[in-house]
């Protein structure tokens, strides 16, 4: 079975991953070249976490 990977380098088994991670991914460039204040960076960071935490209680 051959992984997608995403632009950030981040395999994933199945396409529903690879979306979520896509969207992810896009919302941190978005929110990374619009050089968003600290704060905000810092938010994007922790909802990122709090997405990426139940995708990897997935894989096992």
Known sequence: MKLKTSWLGFAHQNSFEFLISQVIESEI???FRFRASFMDKLKTVNTILRLSIPM????H
């Open 29 to 31: 460039l978005i929110i």
């Open 56 to 59: 990897a209680e997935w894989q």
